[in-house]
């Protein structure tokens, strides 16, 4: 099992910046792909970005590139992810979530073993 706790969402201006973090318990963090979605009411989750196990490869959808950076620590078994020019449509819950090595990058939000409970962004026009 592992145990996923997300923190550092909440409101913020358009052209704003928010750092999310996920705090990983339970089996040894560096067996897992990580990666963050996001939910906004009525629509489907969504990926936004993700990591392999050593941190070495990331991936992100279009529509964050250039704007958002996640990042792996596995000695702290934190994974984060630094929001830049934040856009109003940026506004969801997002959700941090550990899939198998082999699974690393996946866009696939059924590849993931593990979710965290999500946090709240909100970004006002």
């Known amino acids: 099992q592992v145990q996923l706790v997300e923190s550092g969402g909440g409101l913020v201006q358009a052209g704003g910046s928010l750092r999310l973090s996920c705090a990983a318990s339970?089996?040894?963090?560096?067996?897992?792909?990580m990666g963050w979605f996001r939910q906004a009411p009525g629509k489907e989750r969504e990926f936004v970005a993700a990591?392999?196990?050593?941190?070495?490869?990331?991936y992100y959808a279009d529509s964050v590139k250039g704007r958002f950076t996640i990042s792996r620590d596995n000695a702290k078994n934190t994974v984060v992810l630094q929001m830049n020019s934040l856009k109003p449509e940026d506004t969801a819950v997002y959700y941090c979530?550990?899939?198998?090595?082999?699974?690393?990058?996946?866009?696939?939000?059924?590849?993931?073993?593990?979710w965290g409970q999500g946090t709240q962004v909100t970004v006002s026009s």
């Open positions: 979530a550990a899939a198998p090595r082999y699974y690393s990058g996946s866009y696939n939000p059924g590849d993931y073993n593990y």
């Open positions: 339970g089996r040894t963090f560096s067996m897992y792909g």
């Open positions: 990591i392999n196990w050593s941190g070495g490869t990331v």
